[in-house]
């Protein structure tokens, strides 16, 4: 379809709570990453998946946050426990292929603020 | 380690030619991409280099030397509309994949 979508837009939650964001594919794309950006910072990688499995879960900053990708397309993003730290842009990408040779196509982000 | 290193900020005139610069240390290097970013928008993809010398897409031109680890992304006829910040980012081999890196972006201000 479309490109890479992600939902919500924003997001504004309190230190302590839990949220989850949600990233839709390009559809037929098999990899899917996670990143995370600072204002004036890139993107920092946060997990890839190759289909349902996740290949690389390296940069998830510690055992607050997880990510699940069931069927091999939508993915969803876990935080527990939210702290002001974790205020950020949330991005989504997905490519076609396997191993990441492939261009990878972005999503608009989620806004996460935590108060 | 691995590092990345670009201009924080550039700013060059409507018509004008710019070029961005990125040096970077990095284990198992396979290619290096460069994504523009608008304030507020999603990181698109808009050249890579696998291979040394001069990749050309329409205004826009990327350079790469492996042997000095570094690369440039060519920006000619500039345009208010390029006004955003672009980023390189390295291809690396990690557990069996090619890892994208990104550095810091540098911010681009096009003026009249």
């Known amino acids: 379809g479309a490109g890479v979508s992600q939902t919500p837009s924003n997001k504004v939650t309190e230190k302590g709570k839990y949220v989850e964001l949600r990233c839709d594919p390009i559809?037929?794309?098999?990899?899917l990453y996670w990143y995370r950006q600072s204002l004036g910072q890139g993107p920092e990688f946060l997990i890839y998946?190759?289909?349902?499995?996740?290949?690389?879960d390296s940069g998830l900053p510690n055992d607050r946050f997880f990510a699940v990708r069931p069927e091999g397309s939508v993915s969803t993003l876990k935080i527990q426990r939210t702290e002001r730290g974790d205020s950020a842009v949330y991005l989504c990408?997905?490519?076609?292929?396997?191993?990441?040779?492939?261009?990878?196509?972005f999503g608009p982000g989620t806004r996460l603020t935590v108060l | 380690g691995q590092s990345l290193e670009q201009p924080s900020e550039v700013t060059a005139v409507e018509g004008a030619i710019v070029q961005i610069n990125c040096t970077y240390q990095?284990?198992?290097?396979?290619?290096l991409s460069w994504y523009q970013q608008h304030d507020g928008g999603a990181p698109t993809f808009l050249s890579y280099?696998?291979?040394?010398g001069l990749e050309e897409t329409g205004r826009f031109s990327s350079f790469l030397s492996r042997s000095d680890s570094y690369g440039y992304l060519l920006l000619q006829e500039l345009q208010m509309k390029d006004s955003a910040s672009y980023f390189c980012?390295?291809?690396?081999?990690?557990?069996?994949?090619?890892?994208?890196?990104f550095g810091i972006g540098t911010k681009l201000q096009v003026i009249p």
């Open positions: 998946f190759q289909g349902t499995g996740a290949a690389d």
């Open positions: 990095t284990s198992g290097f396979y290619g």
């Open positions: 280099n696998g291979l040394d």
């Open positions: 559809s037929g794309h098999t990899a």
């Open positions: 990408a997905s490519s076609p292929g396997a191993a990441g040779t492939d261009t990878q196509y």
């Open positions: 980012a390295v291809r690396r081999h990690s557990g069996g994949y090619q890892k994208v890196t």
